[in-house]
Each structure stands twice: as structure tokens, then as C-alpha cells.
């Protein structure tokens, strides 16, 4: 999609449903002028004021989201129920931040051995730009706002270009919460522009959720500029499973963590690595949820269907590296089929004998698709786990919980779990390592990034 072009296009349809204009640039110096204008009172707003309309944010979100769940299943294809329930997270990021933010924005006494008093306060640091993706139209707004409305910093957001409708429906509720001008600024900016607004002196910080490549070219531009950045970029999760009583539930725990979002999830498990005495079934179970499934309408949700990719792109591209595997000796167990355009259906897969002369090894694979190696030891298990670019999130499974707990104490990753897909709420900090990013957003962390950790001493 040209960066020059807001558009919703409905992936189960292929149909353009409507089209935006991007910013001019005089509308982007408006922007700046007032974010920065903003920052001078809103910085200065007693957190508790702040706070107040932080709440009322949240339930906004919640009385919507029956109606913010349908904007995003028609931009990006997320089935409805999925979509509502995203809505609803929202509501509990906001809540949250609103209700802890100001025992999380405390000033923080510390020992001086120097007599006098010393303290540490977290001060707003003033404009930010916030670049979200496609994948969690809302949810991903939310955790980069919600801490930084209550800390006092003012907000730029550029979206997606295909979730123009999403993006308009944030600043909608924000503007009825009581939000001021200038607070909250959505902009459908282009890609030069972005550079122009992360060189703007007023801007003070930049948040990415996106690609590895986006992260490179975001975070080069505000290293030169001298801005403090938080990217949360791919990721390769391993779901490490060492032994498991029921075979079935551990493999209906993995499938339904990674065709969650239809697989577009930047901490999906894209990598199951199974203990080889318990691999045949594992792959079987999961071959019996992905076998028979059919195209289906995703506001819908039909019993036997799944939903579209966000893109036909998308779909195309998973394909390419499904079928570089399989051309090189992996085995496709059920699904892999791309369906007819224009629309972006790609059939939910099991893919197994990945090697490591194949695409799919390597790369990050941003779709339905399950790829399952196979180990005979702990220690083998945790090579494979952290023999990836990425080091976002992971999980170990196992019986004996002293065990996988020694196994993901090895992971080399911004979140591990045990005994559990993920570890997902508005209070568990998400982030990651290595090539996928750096900085955290949600819980205690997530008011620990764009702030002035300033000294206040007063001496005797």
C-alpha cells in the first residue's frame, strides 16, 4: 500500500470502502505548533485532573466496543469477537494507568550520603510521536497513550495507512473525554513527513510498534536527531513444550495462540519446539485444527471458517515462504493454501522438517501458520529457542514446573513464561531484546520511558 494513501480496503473483500487524504505540510507545522502549545498547560495539570479524563477514556472504550470491533474487522480482518475484546483491553490499559499512574509518577526519596534530601521526580519530557501498526488498531495506540496522557506528555499519532477509520474513532473518544486540543493529535502524515516531524526540535521522543526494517529506519532517524526512542518490533517466540500429560490441551493452548489475529501477532509462538517422545501426537492434534477449515466472513465467525489476512500482500508474501520450505523438504501437514484474490484468505497451516537453509527458519512468519521442530533434550530445546534474531517474548511447558522453570530462566527474550502461552494485562510490561526492539509499554515500566527521572536535592 503507497505510503501516500490512507485507504480502508477490506481484506475479506478486496473492496476500497473509503479513501482520506494525507496531511499537507502546513497541516503537519499546525500539528507540531500545537502539540507543543499543549504540552505548556497539560504538562502542568495536576496528574489527578490528568487522571479524570484518563478514566472517562477507558469507558468510552468500554461502552464502544461493540461498534470499534466492526471498524476493525473491516480494515483489517480481525474476526469481531476478537476485535470487541481488543476494544475491551483498551478500556482496562486506560483504566489501569488512570488508577496507578500517580503512585507510578511518585516521587521516589532516595538515601543520600551526603546529607540533605534527595529525590527523584518523573517529569514529562513534552511532544512525542507515536508510528502504530495495523495488526492491534487500538490496543496499540492505547499502551503507548495511556502512560504518557497521565505522565503529561503531549501526543502526534501516525497510523497505518489502512486503519484510517480506527485512527479517527481514538481521537473521537479522546476528544469527548475532555481530552484538550492539541493534547492528542491524530495526522495522516506521509513517510517524509514522519522524518520531518521526528527533526522538529519540539518533538521530544518517538514510540514504533512495526517491522524490523521500520525500527532500523525509525530509530536511525531519532538517533541522529538526538531522540529518546522505544521500539517493539518482530518477533520468533519459541513455545518450548518438554512433556504434557494431555497432549490435546497443550495443542489446543498452542493453536490457538498462534492463529490468534489470524497469526498477526508480534509474540505469537511461531516456533513450537516439542520433546520427541510426545512430537507425533502434538503434530497430529494440531493437524486435525487446521485440517477442513474454509474461507469465512470474519464479523460472522462461523463454525469451520477463519478469517482473512489484513492484506492480500500479506497473504501472498506468508505464502512465498511456505512454499520455499516445502520446495526444500519440509512437509505441510494441512492448510498453506492461498485462496483467490482479491481477497486475503491463507489457509491456517502445520508446518514441520524446517530446516535451517529455509526461509521460514530465519524469518518471521506474520500469519496462521504453526512450524513445529522436533528435540530430544532440555538443553537441545533451549538452543533452539534462542537461536533467533528476535528475543520478544517465549514459554516452556512442562509437568514438572522446577524444570521448565529452568529452562526459561535460559530464554533470551524481553518476556518469558511458564506453564502459560504468554503473560498478557495492562499491569505485565511488554517488550523485548536482541532484534526485537528495546524500551517497554504497559505496567510499571510503561510510565518509565518518555520521562525526566530529574534529581531534586535540597540540601541541609
Not at 513444550?241 to 493453536?255: K, R
Not at 520433546?275 to 477449515?293: C, H, N, Q
Not at 511447558?397 to 506453564?419: I, T
Request: hydrophobic share 40%; with cysteine; proline share 5%.
Amino acid at each position: 500500500m503507497s505510503a501516500q494513501t490512507y485507504k480502508v480496503l477490506n481484506p475479506a473483500t478486496g473492496e476500497t470502502v473509503e479513501e482520506f487524504p494525507v496531511a499537507t505540510d502546513e497541516q503537519v507545522q499546525e500539528t507540531l505548533s500545537a502539540a507543543s502549545s499543549a504540552y505548556e498547560s497539560w504538562g502542568k495539570t495536576d496528574i489527578n485532573e490528568r487522571a479524570k479524563i484518563v478514566h472517562r477514556i477507558a469507558e468510552l472504550f468500554g461502552e464502544r466496543a461493540e461498534e470499534l470491533g466492526k471498524i476493525m474487522t473491516t480494515e483489517m480482518g480481525k474476526p469481531l469477537s476478537e476485535a470487541v475484546g481488543e476494544a475491551e483491553f483498551c478500556k482496562d490499559i486506560f483504566e489501569y494507568f488512570a488508577t496507578e499512574g500517580p503512585t507510578l509518577a511518585a516521587d521516589q526519596e532516595i538515601k543520600s550520603l551526603s546529607g540533605g534530601r534527595a529525590v527523584v521526580q518523573k517529569r514529562p519530557i513534552g511532544p512525542l510521536l507515536g508510528i502504530m501498526p495495523w495488526n492491534f488498531p487500538l490496543y496499540q495506540v492505547a499502551r503507548f497513550a495511556a502512560p504518557n496522557l497521565m505522565l503529561g506528555n503531549t501526543i502526534i499519532l501516525k497510523h497505518a495507512e489502512s486503519c484510517p477509520r480506527s485512527a479517527l474513532a481514538i481521537q473521537e473518544i479522546f476528544d469527548e473525554a475532555g481530552v484538550p486540543a492539541g493534547v492528542y493529535n491524530n495526522l495522516f502524515a506521509t513517510h517524509d513527513q514522519i522524518s520531518t516531524i521526528i527533526e522538529d526540535p519540539r518533538i521530544q521522543g518517538v514510540s514504533l510498534t512495526g517491522s524490523e526494517r521500520a525500527g532500523a529506519i525509525i530509530g536511525e532517524q531519532a538517533g541522529r536527531n538526538l531522540k529518546k526512542a522505544v521500539l517493539e518490533l518482530g518477533g520468533s517466540d519459541p513455545f518450548v513444550v518438554l512433556d504434557s500429560q494431555n497432549i490435546s490441551d497443550i495443542a489446543e493452548t498452542a493453536w490457538g495462540f498462534r492463529i490468534d489475529n489470524t497469526g498477526q501477532a508480534c509474540n505469537s509462538n511461531k516456533r513450537m519446539i516439542v520433546m520427541e517422545d510426545i512430537y507425533d501426537e502434538f503434530v497430529s492434534e494440531l493437524t486435525k485444527r487446521a485440517e477442513g477449515l474454509q474461507p469465512g466472513d470474519p464479523m460472522k465467525e462461523e463454525d469451520g471458517t477463519f478469517a482473512p489476512m489484513s492484506s492480500r500482500k500479506a497473504a501472498e508474501d506468508l505464502h512465498e515462504q511456505v512454499q520455499d520450505a516445502v520446495s526444500k523438504g519440509a512437509t505441510l501437514h494441512a492448510g498453506g493454501v492461498l485462496h483467490d484474490g482479491p481477497a486475503a484468505y491463507y489457509s491456517p497451516a502445520v508446518l514441520t522438517g524446517v530446516t535451517k537453509d529455509m526461509r521460514a527458519y530465519y524469518e518471521e512468519l506474520f500469519g496462521p501458520v504453526a512450524v513445529v521442530y522436533k528435540v530430544s533434550s532440555d538443553e537441545e530445546a533451549l538452543e533452539m529457542a534462542n537461536d533467533t534474531v528476535y528475543g520478544l517474548g517465549g514459554s516452556v511447558h512442562s509437568e514438572d514446573r522446577a524444570r521448565a522453570e529452568k529452562v526459561a530462566m535460559g530464554l533470551q527474550a524481553g518476556m518469558a513464561s511458564v506453564n502459560a502461552a504468554s503473560a498478557e494485562g495492562a499491569e505485565m510490561p511488554f517488550g523485548g531484546v536482541k532484534r526485537s526492539g528495546f524500551g517497554r509499554e504497559l505496567g510499571p515500566l510503561g510510565m518509565d520511558e518518555f520521562v525526566n527521572k530529574r534529581l531534586y536535592y535540597i540540601g541541609e
